[in-house]
């Protein structure tokens, strides 16, 4: 099936931010060979899994407001300011297309989310122990993702939305 790309319209069918041309260039200009290896079929369906997860992680953090109540995505978006500079309200940032070709790479290698078990706490396999901290992260963390993200993102960074009762 046809990767549905998001250009800035609004589309209520969109499933990616980025096509995979644009995958393959942002890769390509980093010697992402793993990324060259994949299928076309394989390649669209990691970009799906990366727009579904920016989706999930990052709902109600954007800056700024959908543009359409029928948009299937959250961009584009209209309000939003980046260095003072007004985002076009029918465009798609540079950086949600970086990190949507980011997420792709590593969602061709594992889930992004994974489900959450029981903590661990302490683990001995042999001579090798680990111990982790009380409250420790389950969940993997996209550290340059989320930077990327950054100037997209209201109060600057990802976390907790806070709402005045």
Known sequence: MALLVETGSGSPTAES???VSDADTYHAARGNAAWAALSSDSKEVNLRKATEHLEQMYLGLWKGDKNL???ALS???SNVYVDDCLIANNALPAQLVKATCELALKASTGPLIVDEGAQVKSKQVGPIAVTYA???RQQKRYAAVDATLRPLLSGGGAGIR???A
């Open 162 to 164: 806070l709402v005045r």
């Open 17 to 19: 931010y980025a096509s």
């Open 75 to 77: 961009w584009p978006r």
């Open 69 to 71: 109540s029928t948009q």
């Open 134 to 136: 009380d409250g420790a």
